[in-house]
């Protein structure tokens, strides 16, 4: 099993809602990582988690909120967010230093 | 710093026709360097990659990255593209942090591909 799993793939939001991102990774990897895309960029790193244990915060607003549960999974919670926060969202993850990333499909949220 | 090059935005091949996307890096130690390709509203598939030893790496889809210290370049080529080889195409560096990788993205080169 070579996959990263993001659900939902598509999530519209009002401002005033509260949704949550949700990355799933069965492969043994322990560090795990949020990027942003918007239209045309590369991949915006975000947050990475390192043996369930966040290690980088790029100065993200607090309006988005990381969380590692377990090895296997990455949230994202979500709240108060704004229109230009509208990005294609994607879930990664590395066994180790010396390895690449897989990369999930993404969610594509779009805030309104 | 670290930092990733792309310096062709768009680039448009007739298929069939020879391809190659230009990367540059700027890194302190030995790089891990990667390719990757997406597709529209898709995530990043990795294509190829390099740690050490052989200078050129063959990836999937049949593409291959020649990785050149003395010109800080990494890139990747294709004897004969397909039309589905048309996407996004992102080159990246890695840096060692710790336990994991902090990978930095070039700009990426949007592929077109002419029939």
């Known amino acids: 099993d070579t996959e990263v799993t993001q659900t939902p793939k598509h999530l519209v939001m009002g401002m005033t809602n509260k949704k949550s991102l949700k990355c799933e990774q069965h492969m043994g990897h322990r560090a795990m990582y949020w990027y942003k895309q918007k239209a045309k960029k590369p991949p915006e790193l975000m947050f990475v988690?390192?043996?369930?244990?966040?290690?980088i915060n790029e100065s993200v607003p607090s309006r988005f909120s990381p969380e590692c549960p377990n090895s296997s999974l990455l949230n994202l919670h979500l709240h108060a967010l704004q229109p230009e926060d509208s990005a294609l969202y994607l879930c990664?993850?590395?066994?180790?230093?010396?390895?690449?990333?897989?990369f999930g499909q993404g969610t594509r949220l779009t805030v309104v | 710093a670290q930092s990733v090059t792309q310096p062709d935005i768009h680039i448009t091949v007739s298929e069939g026709a020879s391809l190659e996307l230009r990367c540059n890096y700027s890194?302190?130690?030995?790089?891990?360097l990667f390719w990757y390709v997406q597709s529209p509203g898709q995530g990043l598939q990795l294509l190829l990659k390099y740690f050490s030893g052989d200078t050129l790496v063959q990836g999937i889809k049949g593409f291959e990255a020649e990785f050149k210290r003395s010109q800080s370049s990494f890139n990747l080529r294709k004897p004969s593209v397909h039309w589905s080889d048309a996407a996004e195409y992102f080159c990246a560096v890695g840096a060692e942090i710790y336990n994991f990788n902090k990978f930095y993205f070039g700009s990426g080169t949007k592929l077109n591909v002419k029939p």
């Open positions: 990664a993850s590395s066994l180790d230093r010396a390895t690449e990333a897989f």
């Open positions: 988690y390192s043996y369930e244990k966040l290690s």
């Open positions: 890194y302190g130690a030995t790089p891990y």
